[in-house]
């Protein structure tokens, strides 16, 4: 894979140390609409995880040899696990915090599988390895997990549709008529505009915030994944895993994708140098870190790509300086308030947009990976994995239970959708193809 090298500012403190400055607060804005969102949509802790989006984005720095202009910010393909783990302890008789703790735990074995990866990639080769998770697989698997959480987002716009559509409107106009930094942070403003309308009417009380300190620790011990430990439920802690450490199979193609697109955006071929190795052990250590205090799972964020597209200024260390503001912020608790007063239907709108635009990226998977749908082989394991993660998903309560072990929707179609595609020969061929205007069937089973 070839990169054309690009022109731009490879060292931002040539431009000065004022314009060094703004060029991380915007990155900082960049990330923090959608960073901030999974919290406030899960119900982790708002500090925490902007702790962990600094110090998980400074870990991958470090790791990758501080080459990448890569921020980590909360990564979206979790919220069905975290959701779906935290619906199973509240039925057991669990409180919600216990529960998403549990869930931590199972995020946090998911970020283990990075490194697994990272030792297979750098032993066979990134061709030999990823043989196994084609776009076939991993992009139903994307379309499946917006899909599979399209249901709340709806759930929290019915809450009051005016205010969803606020933020839906404002998303859309700032994306498609925005210029400059508007149209780079079309979620954060979705958020304002929305929340704004919401105190405007009187449907916000804002007294917490004056109770609330200027200054706290954004860690705490009720937060983090030691809290199992007072109350441990083994069989739980065993369907957690199972629920959520599949979905590592699309956030590590995800991370694959967004190194790709880094790499051709500065014209670097980071999958060589550094190499892919290298980044997939830095995202996967920010993720199983942030998950051990209780904060989101870590992903580089395309947002912070577009960035980099937008100003040409590719010095990575822009993005470490955006990564420090974002842990100075993790130390105000009353910023946290005000986020966790943030109108439900404001969420709703929002991540309705969201959940869609993570389907679309599966579409999109599919479609530049010219993935061959008229092929029964393939049509076979991408409707598999669509069929099963959504219809556990609505149809049996989020879960499969075998035995004492709940199954989510996502888990299951995830290792489906590997085996079968393991299984399945090549050249079994079912085609429809056209012929004079009509549909023309080609059997050619060759098993």
């Not at 992009?139 to 019915?158: R, Y």
């Not at 250590?285 to 205090?293: H, N, Q, R, V, Y």
């Not at 389907?359 to 994995?385: C, K, P, Q, T, Y």
């Amino acid at each position: 894979m070839e990169f054309k090298p690009q022109e731009g500012v490879h060292d931002a403190r040539q431009l000065g140390y004022g314009k060094f400055t703004i060029l991380g607060i915007q990155h900082l804005f960049a990330m923090f609409g959608a960073t901030i969102l999974v919290p406030a949509l899960t119900g982790l802790s708002v500090s925490t995880t902007l702790l962990f989006a600094g110090i998980g984005t400074l870990i991958f720095h470090l790791v990758s040899k501080r080459m990448v202009p890569a921020f980590l910010g909360s990564s979206f393909a979790f919220i069905g696990g975290y959701l779906s783990v935290k619906q199973m302890g509240v039925d057991m008789g669990m409180s919600e915090t216990l529960a998403l703790d549990y869930a931590c735990f199972g995020v946090l074995c998911a970020g283990l599988c990075y490194f697994i990866m990272a030792a297979l990639i750098k032993s066979f080769g990134t061709g030999k390895i990823l043989r196994f998770f084609p776009p076939v697989v991993t992009g139903p698997m994307v379309i499946a997990i917006g899909l599979t959480l399209s249901g709340s987002a709806i759930g929290n716009c019915t809450s009051n549709w005016l205010l969803a559509i606020i933020a839906i409107a404002t998303i859309i106009i700032s994306s498609v008529w925005g210029r400059g930094v508007i149209k780079i942070i079309p979620i954060l403003l979705g958020v304002v505009v929305s929340y704004a309308t919401a105190a405007a009417m009187g449907e916000v009380d804002f007294a917490p915030v004056a109770e609330a300190d200027w200054f706290g620790l954004p860690i705490s011990r009720e937060s983090s994944m030691l809290a199992i430990f007072d109350n441990y439920d083994s069989t739980f802690m065993l369907s957690s895993i199972i629920a959520i450490v599949p979905i590592a199979f699309a956030t590590i193609m995800e991370h694959i994708g967004d190194m790709c697109a880094i790499s051709s955006t500065v014209g670097k071929d980071y999958l060589s140098k550094p190499g892919l190795h290298r980044t997939l052990i830095g995202d996967g250590l920010a993720t199983a870190l942030a998950s051990a205090f209780g904060a989101p799972a870590n992903t580089t964020y395309g947002e912070n790509t577009g960035v980099l597209n937008l100003t040409r200024v590719f010095d990575p260390a822009v993005i470490r300086l955006a990564a420090v503001f974002s842990i100075l912020l993790s130390f105000c608790p009353k910023f946290a308030c005000i986020i966790g007063l943030m109108p439900a239907a404001t969420i709703g709108g929002v991540s309705l947009i969201l959940y869609g635009m993570i389907s679309s990226v599966g579409v999109r998977n599919l479609v530049e990976s010219h993935v061959d749908l008229a092929s029964s082989r393939n049509v076979f394991v991408a409707a598999l994995i669509l069929v099963l993660s959504i219809g556990i998903k609505y149809g049996a309560n989020d879960a499969i239970a075998i035995g004492n072990i709940h199954l989510s929707g996502l888990a299951i179609a995830a290792l489906v959708g590997v085996i079968l595609n393991a299984i399945l020969p090549e050249k079994l061929g079912m085609k429809v193809k056209s012929f004079n205007g009509k549909a023309k069937i080609d059997i050619k089973d060759q098993i």
